[in-house]
Antibody
Framework: EVQLVQSGAEVKKPGESLKISCGAS????????IAWVRQMPGKGLEWMGI????????KYSPSFQGQVTISADKSTGTAYLQWGSLKASDTAMYFC????????????WGQGTLVTVSS | EIVLTQSPGTLSLSPGERATLSCRAS???????LAWYQQKPGQAPKLLIY???TRATGIPDRFSGSGSATDFTLTISRVEPEDFAVYYC?????????FGGGTKVEIK
């Protein structure tokens, strides 16, 4: 069974760092990539970037390049999304999702991680 | 970058009625590479349709997709209570991926 299990909700202050995770199982890491998608409160979906679990090859949306870092640990099948210095505007729900390549649909999704940044 | 316009923004229907959701792209989508997702409140999106018209695993046949080039449609033949949600279209013929703004299907 394909599963993407994300880490729990986080409450942080502006300027703090954060790393959230997405644990993958039930499929081959050499076939699929993991994407990260942002959903700000009451808004739509934004594709942030994608990582290949097999070799950590990463592609970013221009809108998020330099704002976040996507990484992975192939040995545990875990993808990560991290911020070096959070802003209030980073407050959002973050989803990970399975994707066969950067030009492919998202067929399985994690449950989401709510990140709240507030002083 | 492609711009997607979904209409209407909100569709108010009674159970049993037909829902017709539109997705219009600012440029032609190649290879029929268009997907639809359903998102219920407090839940992750769920893949409904890919390749314009292929239903994902487990999706009931009351959901159908059609269209080509710049105009695409998601149809729910008879809306069930569990279908009230927000629906997003997404072309995937290019990167970065983009999503439409969504259509909310609400109970009338």
């Amino acid at each position: 069974e394909v599963q993407l299990v994300q880490s729990g909700a986080e409450v942080k202050k502006p300027g703090e760092s954060l790393k959230i995770s997405c644990g993958a199982s039930g499929f081959s890491f050499t076939t699929y990539w993991i994407a990260w998608v942002r959903q700000m409160p009451g808004k739509g979906l934004e594709w942030m970037g994608i990582i290949y679990l097999g070799d950590s090859d990463t592609k970013y949306s221009p809108s998020f390049q330099g704002q976040v870092t996507i990484s992975a640990d192939k040995s545990t099948g875990t993808a990560y999304l991290q911020w070096g210095s959070l802003k209030a505007s980073d407050t959002a729900m973050y989803f990970c999702a399975r994707q066969r390549g950067s030009r492919h649909y998202l067929d399985y999704w994690g449950q989401g991680t709510l990140v709240t940044v507030s002083s | 970058e492609i711009v997607l316009t979904q209409s209407p923004g909100t569709l108010s229907l009674s159970p049993g009625e037909r829902a017709t959701l539109s997705c219009r792209a600012s440029q032609s989508v190649s290879g029929n590479f268009l997907a639809w997702y359903q998102q219920k409140p407090g839940q992750a999106p769920k893949l409904l349709i890919y390749g314009v018209s292929t239903r994902a695993t487990g999706i009931p046949d009351r959901f159908s997709g059609s269209g080509s080039a710049t105009d695409f449609t998601l149809t729910i033949s008879r809306v069930e209570p569990e279908d009230f949600a927000v629906y997003y279209c997404q072309p995937y013929d290019n990167s970065p991926l983009t999503f439409g703004g969504g259509t909310k299907v609400e109970i009338k």
